[in-house]
């Protein structure tokens, strides 16, 4: 059964013209193929007959865009083959069935591009298409575990924190997924010819983790939690609690935003210890903790709007998208992402006027922003000791 689907995408977009064939499956798989849709990509999922999917519901979001939707019961002959003459047609499949699960069906990739040498196959798996964990079950939190990223993600002293699904499955997943299938259409250009592209969530994972492995190279990172610079470690760089219990997040990394940290906090600099000496850090982590914790979390987004603190309320998914800039944007997790603007079109104007400060609840939209005298984009920073 062949189904085309409400709010199916337009065809308009860099990647119009496009045909997408996707397996219907879970995470990683299924945003990729929201990605290429948003970009204008003609995608035709197809579904065990009955619709019957792990966590569909969970899906809504990552489901929309799709062109149609064909029901194939890919395990009988009349299924593979039609699936077959779908990829004969198609610019790219994405699959994400384990290693050998596809050949089995007779819808691998030699099949499919014996039929469409120009196919790209895209293959989504958490651990690769070969290795010793090729066909072991995993999850998110299992391909992050042995990447090495989620040793440094959790509090001192505290055991790992599994942050969300969000860089396993999404980031180090579907994201590389995505950039693998545009890569290899791009050489199609020139060879004429598909390719298999081998996207695992621990190889994402895994690359993402270069700045990481070189500032501990550097001897500026320890395989500790809770004590580096970008970790929580840092005063300067982590969360802090506010008297309602709400939090705020800092990145006052560089100095002429410390310094309006400092302004904002009321707090004289010249009082306080040196910033970049980890021994200090503790002793800082508390004075800011205490002053923080003498206003509610939107009295401080209030103080601090506008300036160039690096100061900003940790917005639950419900108060996001109610934030003056996510409104003004139209931005959130249905909203297209990147966006394409046209080179003729004039540039967006800058915001003219100070910033609005955000309170729960508030739908006012963002009039300007000011900024913060001695303010730099690129200023040098002094690694911690």
Same mark, same amino acid.
């Given at each position: 059964?062949?189904?085309?689907?409400?709010?199916?995408?337009?065809?308009?977009?860099?990647?119009?013209? &496009?045909?997408?064939?996707?397996?219907?499956?879970?995470?990683?798989?299924?945003?990729?193929?929201?990605? &290429?849709?948003?970009?204008?990509?003609?995608?035709?999922?197809?579904?065990?007959?009955?619709?019957?999917?792990?966590? =569909?519901?969970?899906?809504?979001? &990552?489901?929309?865009?799709?062109?149609?939707? *064909?029901?194939?019961?890919?395990?009988?002959?009349?299924?593979?083959?039609? %699936?077959?003459?779908?990829?004969?047609?198609?610019?790219?499949?994405?699959?994400?069935?384990?290693?050998?699960?596809?050949?089995?069906?007779?819808?691998?990739?030699?099949?499919?591009?014996?039929?469409?040498?120009?196919?790209?196959?895209?293959?989504?798996?958490?651990?690769?298409?070969?290795?010793?964990?090729?066909?072991?079950?995993?999850?998110?939190?299992?391909? %992050?575990?042995?990447?090495?990223?989620?040793?440094?993600?959790?509090?001192?002293?505290?055991?790992?924190?599994?942050?969300?699904?969000?860089?396993?499955?999404?980031?180090?997943?579907?994201?590389?997924?995505?950039?693998?299938?545009?890569?290899? *259409?791009?050489?199609?250009?020139?060879?004429?010819?598909?390719?298999?592209? $081998?996207?695992?969530?621990?190889?994402?994972?895994?690359?993402?983790?270069?700045?990481?492995?070189?500032?501990?190279?550097?001897?500026?990172?320890?395989?500790?939690?809770?004590?580096?610079? %970008?970790? @929580?470690?840092?005063?300067?760089?982590?969360?802090?609690?506010?008297?309602?219990?709400? #939090?705020?997040?800092?990145?006052?990394?560089?100095?002429?935003?410390?310094?309006?940290? %400092?302004?904002?906090?009321?707090?004289?600099?010249?009082?306080?210890?040196?910033?970049?000496?980890? $021994?200090?850090?503790?002793?800082?982590?508390q004075r800011f903790a205490a002053a923080f914790a003498r206003r509610d979390r939107d009295a401080w987004a209030?103080?601090f709007a506008g300036t160039d603190a690096c100061v900003t309320p940790v917005l639950s998914a419900a108060e996001?998208?109610? #934030?003056?800039?996510?409104?003004?944007?139209?931005?959130?997790?249905?909203?297209?992402?990147?966006?394409?603007?046209?080179? =003729?079109?004039?540039?967006?104007?800058?915001?003219?006027?100070?910033?609005?400060?955000?309170?729960?609840?508030?739908?006012?939209?963002?009039?300007?922003?000011?900024?913060?005298? @001695?303010?730099?984009?690129?200023?040098?920073?002094?690694?911690?000791?």
């Amino acid at each position: 059964m062949t189904e085309a689907l409400p709010g199916a995408v337009s065809g308009a977009g860099p990647l119009a013209g &496009l045909r997408v064939v996707e397996l219907a499956g879970i995470g990683p798989a299924p945003y990729a193929c929201l990605l &290429l849709a948003e970009m204008g990509a003609a995608v035709v999922r197809v579904d065990r007959p009955g619709g019957g999917r792990s966590f =569909a519901e969970w899906h809504r979001l &990552l489901d929309r865009g799709r062109h149609r939707t *064909l029901e194939l019961d890919l395990k009988t002959p009349q299924g593979a083959a039609r %699936l077959l003459r779908e990829a004969a047609e198609a610019d790219v499949l994405v699959e994400g069935f384990r290693p050998g699960v596809a050949e089995r069906l007779g819808i691998g990739p030699g099949a499919c591009q014996a039929r469409n040498p120009g196919l790209v196959y895209a293959r989504m798996t958490g651990w690769g298409q070969d290795g010793p964990l090729a066909g072991t079950a995993g999850h998110d939190i299992n391909y %992050l575990a042995l990447s090495g990223a989620l040793h440094a993600v959790g509090e001192e002293g505290g055991p790992p924190v599994p942050p969300l699904n969000l860089l396993g499955d999404f980031a180090g997943g579907s994201m590389f997924l995505v950039a693998g299938v545009l890569a290899a *259409l791009y050489e199609r250009r020139r060879t004429g010819r598909g390719r298999i592209v $081998d996207a695992a969530v621990v190889d994402g994972a895994g690359s993402m983790l270069g700045m990481l492995v070189a500032m501990a190279g550097a001897g500026q990172w320890r395989y500790e939690r809770g004590v580096n610079l %970008l970790d @929580g470690g840092a005063p300067f760089y982590r969360c802090y609690a506010c008297a309602d219990g709400r #939090h705020l997040a800092v990145g006052a990394l560089e100095e002429p935003f410390y310094r309006a940290l %400092l302004d904002g906090l009321g707090l004289d600099g010249r009082r306080l210890p040196d910033r970049w000496d980890r $021994d200090n850090w503790p002793a800082l982590r508390q004075r800011f903790a205490a002053a923080f914790a003498r206003r509610d979390r939107d009295a401080w987004a209030a103080r601090f709007a506008g300036t160039d603190a690096c100061v900003t309320p940790v917005l639950s998914a419900a108060e996001a998208a109610d #934030h003056p800039h996510h409104r003004a944007r139209r931005s959130g997790p249905a909203t297209p992402a990147p966006r394409f603007r046209d080179p =003729a079109a004039a540039p967006a104007a800058p915001p003219a006027g100070p910033v609005p400060p955000f309170e729960a609840g508030s739908r006012t939209a963002p009039a300007g922003r000011r900024t913060v005298t @001695g303010r730099s984009r690129t200023p040098a920073t002094t690694p911690p000791k």
